[in-house]
């Protein structure tokens, strides 16, 4: 890794980008401090500090702390996540945009213009709802019609320059600009986490004590980037054959080549969706005030992660085992979507291709479903570990940080994919510089 950023320091073009993407970010970190006009920024601070629940701590730290201190870039670029995934998943379900999708780079401009259009749709839903539902508590409070657009307007354009900046990024900076632009924001909060694990767990004890402590944490994170790596490089390849065809006078083909199955094919989506499922009756109870008694108490508490891995409230651990399925259910879903062994069948039957062993046509797509459906049990395994290891160490030990499993996993990922675009860069420069020699 420092042996990249060491060379790409060394070349002026990569220089300049590196350069640029560094001003950009710092912009985004000024940004997340810039508080939005009419609005009382204290009572949304003790508003936040009394809610229970990791959902709001988790979108907190997606947005680098700008939620919590309703900052113009308080929705951050959640909006424009939540769109691609949506018109992702549309892309399957209407006929429409899967012809976008395979129309080359011109479908790919339309259905990046109906994203960035969905993401302002959203954002300006988000900042209403939460303006007019918290404007009337006091976060807004000379509240009226002037002063609630004004707030909506500020939110919303705060979320779509953040979606610009994030595509200037991509364009003029280093690539990957929106999943930087959101790592940037959840290493911002990582200092203050590993300060107040130092407060609770190293300060004030004895040295041994302190010091196991500090060891023990060091292991745990170490242990769950390690793991992380993994599951993100973690490939297993097919095995594929050209066979050899006559073209006018020449025989070509009969070369080999594989198919890059990842373990990890869904990545951090299916997270990110059984987290939000799970935690959507938690924020109505919470928006609404509903404390919940009796049996829906119960309920809410399950699925209240505050609850999980409690050693004086075991019960509640069930929520956790549902979490832990849904992740697993969301990682074959996500997968099915995405990945069509039939197709990849079909391809390479018309390309002459085949798996050795493995007749074309139905026997490989069916082998290929065989071998995805193993990996990604294998995957959806390796990603619940580490996400529900934050939990077991916040219910047992009271260890509660924003950097949990799915905040390591997107922060690993990206950094590895943005260094693999570099080092990618570096040598397409390194090719242009050959040929014009």
Known sequence: MLTTLKNAFK??????????????????????????????RHFFSNWFAAQTGDTFSFF???????????????????????????????????????????????????????????????????????????????????????????????????????MWIGERITEHGVGNGISIVLTINIISRMPSDLASLYEQFVKGKAVAVGALAAVIILAIIVGMVVLVIVLNDAVRKIPVQYAKKVQGRKMVGGQSSFIPLKVNT??????????????????????????????????????????????????YTLGLLLYVAMVVFFAYFYTSITFNPLEIANNMKKQGGFIPGIRPGKPTSDY??????????????????????????????????????????????????????????????????????
């Not at 308080?74 to 395979?102: G, R, V």
């Not at 990110?272 to 108490?297: E, H, K, N």
């Not at 160490?393 to 997107?410: D, E, H, M, R």
Request: proline share 4%.
């Open 11 to 40: 070349i002026k073009e990569i220089r300049k980008k590196l350069f640029f993407t560094f001003l950009m970010l710092v912009v985004v970190r000024i940004g997340c401090q810039l508080p939005v006009p009419g609005v009382d």
């Open 60 to 162: 907190n730290a997606f947005t680098g702390g700008s939620f919590e201190n309703y900052s113009l870039f308080a929705l951050n670029i959640t909006p424009y996540i939540t769109s691609s995934i949506i018109i992702q998943l549309l892309t399957i379900a209407i006929p429409k945009l899967e012809e976008m999708q395979k129309d080359g780079e011109e479908g790919r401009k339309k259905l990046t213009a109906i994203t960035r259009y969905v993401t302002v749709a959203l954002a300006l839903v988000e900042s209403t709802a939460l303006s007019i539902g918290l404007g009337r508590q006091g976060l807004i409070p000379d509240f009226n019609a002037f002063t609630v657009i004004t707030a909506v307007a500020a939110l919303t354009a705060g979320s779509a320059f953040l």
């Open 266 to 315: 869904a990545g951090v989506i299916p997270v990110i969706f059984a987290q939000s499922i799970l935690q959507i009756p938690v924020i109505i109870a919470q928006l609404t005030g509903y404390s919940g008694t009796g049996f829906w108490g119960h309920i809410l508490r399950g699925l209240n992660s505050t609850y999980w891995c409690d050693p004086s409230q075991p019960v």
């Open 368 to 437: 290929l479903s065989r071998i995805l459906n193993y990996l990604i049990f294998i995957g959806a395994s390796g990603l619940s570990i580490v996400c529900i290891l934050p939990y077991i160490f916040n219910g047992v030990f009271g260890a509660s940080v924003s950097f949990g499993g799915t905040s390591l996993i997107i922060i690993v990922s990206v950094l590895l994919e943005t260094l693999k675009q570099i080092e990618s860069q570096m040598l397409v420069r390194n090719y242009k510089g050959f040929l014009n020699d």
